[in-house]
């Protein structure tokens, strides 16, 4: 019942309001614009959420993350260009609908499953978290040492292309949050400048890797492709009927089940979900033709998956301050520059700010619904606007942003290498959620693996006696195994064909 008078609470703040209304606009204009992911969005928002208050700024960040699913199905209906890339499976009968004349019902029932989607997404995360969340009362030293190894190797060993690539990847992220003032002995470490003597802050990294580097890599890119005038003049957002929902019962409840399959697992994601879904909606379709041709199941099920996703990712975030994904890591990235520790002492200490996180997002979800109706038309008109003005505006967003939270010229410095760092991982196909979460779990790796040490004179088999840190890191290197062993059959059947 506490619980219920914070998020009764929440509903009454104005602030949490707005938030939810402002952060579902803006994620829905962002996820329209092709490249422009729902972790990008977040990353644009994150330096102005600096002076919020923690559930303003909390509610706001998660508001864009709903919002982006949505909006990337837009331009993947109308153009077949996905403005996310779990909206990718969408565009594969979205548009086909679209070349029929039913584009227009292709958006609403992408708008309407991705809010049925949502609000199950939020029911599983009420009923998950805070068990969940018990469970890490239970965890020691060398436990939370273990849980950053497992989540680390967990990402790393399912993050596309090379597992390699993605251990380096969290290597660098752990080598970054090693920069600053070490916490045990009070000596500074690779601090060449006294900015540097609390550490690289992760909020500048987060905006340079996942906003600049894509802002680098679109300027070197041709423009991309544009709405029909014709084809958008005859486009109305047409709602489905209860009976037609009722008839994609199958589709969505698949989309919801991997929608909570793969949100609560780390590092697997929307996109993952979609396709899933897609594959599976079309198996178990009594017309699987349809499929490719305009099917409505085939814009129901991935909707419903990545929409279910975006609530269900918090899950291993809130818990175990493990994120499921790149959108969530930047959401993580916000509760730690408010204080917050998430885990089971959140809950306790200020569950203020989770169950107001909750009514949030029942509001962004509910909302999503009359937002969705009235910004089709400027989402439209935005996708069409020239490229090279919308690329300088989200240059001057960053970089205003970044400024905004220190006033220093140093920190420009700090977002721009950042992005380099990110333009040329992007070239090379290096994943950033391993690198984002090293960053951001460096600390708590590096402190629990210090006090595990302190606490038994430097005896490392306390990571071996402990029954909880035992069965993570053995979770750890069974991935690890698993992936390595997947990507060497992979590259011999690639040698044999």
């Known amino acids: 019942m506490e619980g219920l008078g914070y998020a ?71 153009i077949r260009t996905p403005g996310t890339n779990a909206s990718a499976a969408t565009a594969i009968d979205g548009y086909e609908m679209q070349k029929q004349g039913r584009g227009g019902e292709a958006l609403g029932l992408s708008l309407m499953t991705g809010v049925l989607g949502g609000l199950f997404g939020l029911a599983l995360l009420v009923l998950l978290t ?57 000596v500074g470490r690779f601090t060449y400048r006294s900015e540097l003597l609390e550490g690289v802050p992760f909020i500048l990294v987060m905006v340079g890797v996942f906003a600049v580097s894509e802002l680098m890599l679109q300027s070197s890119q041709p423009d991309w492709s544009k709405a029909e005038k014709d084809k958008v003049r005859d486009t109305r957002l047409k709602l489905p009927s209860v009976a037609t929902l009722w008839r994609l019962r199958r589709a969505q409840g698949i989309g919801w089940f991997f929608g909570a399959l793969e949100g609560v697992m780390p590092g697997a994601g929307g996109s993952v979900a979609a396709f899933m879904s897609y594959n599976e909606a079309r198996r178990w379709s009594k017309e699987p033709g349809k499929f490719g041709h305009g099917s409505e199941e085939g814009v129901a099920a991935p909707e419903s998956a990545n929409n279910v996703v975006a609530c269900t990712a918090l899950v291993p975030t809130l818990s175990f301050g493990i994120p ?25 200490q200020r569950p203020d700010i989770v169950y107001g996180l909750f009514a949030g997002l029942l509001l962004a979800n509910v909302g999503m619904l009359i937002i969705g109706m009235l910004i089709l ?37 700090i977002v721009l290498a950042a992005g380099l760092l990110g333009y040329v991982m992007r070239v090379f196909g290096f994943p950033f959620l391993p690198l984002v979460l090293g960053l951001v779990l460096g600390y708590m790796i590096e402190a ?15 990571f071996v006696q402990d029954p909880i840190s035992l069965f993570l890191l053995a979770t750890a290197l069974l991935f690890v195994v698993i992936s390595g062993v997947r990507e060497i059959s992979i590259r011999r059947r690639a040698r044999a064909t």
Request: charged share 5%; aromatic share 8%.
């Open 8 to 78: 009764l609470d929440a509903l009454l703040n104005y602030g949490v309001l707005l938030a939810a209304a402002g952060g579902v606009v803006w994620g829905i204009l962002g996820g329209a614009l092709p490249g422009i992911s729902p972790s990008i969005a977040m990353a644009l928002l994150l330096p102005f959420t600096y002076a919020m208050e923690p559930v303003v700024a909390i509610v706001l960040l998660a508001s864009t993350y709903v919002g982006a699913e949505y909006g990337g199905s837009i331009p993947a209906i109308l």
């Open 130 to 186: 805070e068990p969940l969340a018990r469970v890490a009362l239970l965890f020691t030293p060398p436990a939370y040492f273990a849980l950053g190894v497992l989540g680390l190797s967990v990402i790393a060993s399912l993050s596309e292309g090379s597992m390699l690539k993605g251990l380096m990847a969290g290597v660098v992220g752990l080598m970054i949050a090693t920069v600053g003032t070490d916490s045990v002995s009070g």
């Open 324 to 348: 499921g994904s790149n959108s969530t890591a930047v959401l993580l990235g916000g509760l730690l520059i408010h204080g917050l520790q998430p885990g089971p002492l959140l809950f306790t």
């Open 377 to 413: 038309t400027p989402a439209i008109w935005l996708v069409n606007r020239p490229k090279p003005y919308l690329m300088g505006f989200i240059y001057a967003l960053v970089f205003a942003g970044a400024y905004s939270i220190d006033h220093s010229v140093f920190d420009l410095g």
């Open 448 to 462: 629990n693996y210090r006090r595990a040490l302190v606490s038994t004179n430097g005896d490392h088999m306390v």
